[in-house]
């Protein structure tokens, strides 16, 4: 900022942007009117807009990078699923009716084994899209 003649004005403002004012100018430690000074200069800047445009950019492609992953986790997550129960149903056969009170007790042991495995895999932040970029199985 330019020093020496200044040209004195008078600013009316909402009394919550007021205090927002007096909070910022403690914080950074500098006086309010060097703050609104640098915040006009900033606005009235010719590349103001184009600085503020590359920075609105820049958030929207990480942005987008990050929607692109949920995108592939996702669709990994789908394929894996509809594998499994493809998979499942065409390696089991329906149980007779003689047989079902085992395979439900069964069933659920293997359940809670596969809950605890889960548990375990998570907990450890190895993920199965980290396993399938790396070639692990």
């Not at 503020?52 to 987008?64: F, G, H, Q, S």
Request: charged share 30%; no cysteine.
């Amino acid at each position: 900022m330019k020093s020496g003649n200044r040209i004195k004005h008078t600013f009316r403002l909402p009394p919550d942007i007021s205090q927002q004012l007096a909070e910022f100018a403690i914080r950074k430690r500098a006086t309010q009117a060097s703050i609104v000074e640098t915040a006009i200069a900033s606005f009235l800047s010719p590349d103001g807009s184009e600085r503020m445009e590359a920075a609105v950019t820049r958030r929207l492609d990480r942005l987008t990078k990050q929607n692109e992953r949920l995108e592939f986790q996702i669709e990994v997550t789908n394929e894996t699923l509809a594998l499994f129960v493809r998979f499942w149903l065409t390696a089991n056969p329906p149980l007779p009716e003689s047989a079902r009170a085992a395979a439900q007790a069964q069933g659920k042991e293997r359940y809670e084994g596969f809950i605890e495995a889960l548990a375990r895999k998570l907990e450890s932040g190895s993920h199965l899209v980290d396993d399938l970029h790396s070639g692990r199985r």
